[in-house]
């Protein structure tokens, strides 16, 4: 979703310095944007404690190697949430 997009970024930003125009899909976490699995945890557990979030567990997100995987993922993730929320 374009709107996580924006707060995974944003988050990125705040947490890791990182500008956000290296924040495209591409990016790889590791080699591109320097951040490793702790750094990866930190954020997950940021984004998971806002308002109305997922619950985000980190090893669903360990194989994620770009910003692109990680929205891809999450979106994921929702998804189910809101079907189960349906159902």
């Given at each position: 979703?374009?709107q996580f997009g924006e707060k995974l970024r944003g988050r990125l ?20 944007l320097g951040l490793d699995s702790i750094d990866l945890i930190d ?45």
């Open positions: 979703s374009e930003t705040a947490m890791f310095g990182l500008e956000q125009s290296r924040l495209v899909d591409g990016a790889d976490l590791r080699d591109d954020l997950l557990s940021a984004l998971g404690s806002e308002p109305g979030a997922p619950e985000l567990v980190p090893e669903d997100f360990l194989d994620c190697r770009t910003v692109g995987d990680l929205l891809e993922r999450y979106t994921a993730i929702v998804t189910v949430e809101t079907q189960h929320e349906v159902a």
